[in-house]
Nanobody, 115 residues
Framework: QVQLVESGGGLVQAGGSLRLSCAAS????????MGWYRQAPGKQRELVAA???????NYADSVKGRFTISRDNVKNTIYLQMNSLKPEDTAVYYC?????????WGQGTPVTVSS
């Protein structure tokens, strides 16, 4: 019922920036919550940032002050602005949407930060 397509990942040097995008197949007005997760090789998937319909935000401690989640309701897209990237940020980043009590996931976009 909700398709999510991430983009914007790539290879950057430590200290650089990337902006990830997640385009939803339906208006995000109807989506209860959206967020970004990441999974590094050999590690569990973890929450990076979340945004509710009330514009409340939550961030992982490891990214606070560096990452910012935002949305564009016209484009039905959420973003993750990532600044001051560190090698430990290297992971596949996934967009998630909660709609009618069910979670939908995008295919993921890889981010690699070189030292």
């Amino acid at each position: 019922q909700v398709q999510l397509v991430e983009s914007g990942g790539g290879l950057v040097q430590a200290g650089g920036s990337l902006r990830l995008s997640c385009a939803a197949s339906r208006t995000i007005f109807s989506i209860n919550a959206m967020g970004w997760y990441r999974q590094a090789p050999g590690k569990q998937r973890e929450l990076v940032a979340a945004l509710t319909s009330g514009s409340n935000t939550n961030y992982a401690d490891s990214v606070k002050g560096r990452f910012t989640i935002s949305r564009d309701n016209v484009k039905n897209t959420i973003y993750l602005q990532m600044n001051s990237l560190k090698p430990e940020d290297t992971a596949v980043y996934y967009c998630k949407a909660r709609y009618r009590d069910f979670d939908y996931w995008g295919q993921g976009t890889p981010v690699t930060v070189s030292s």
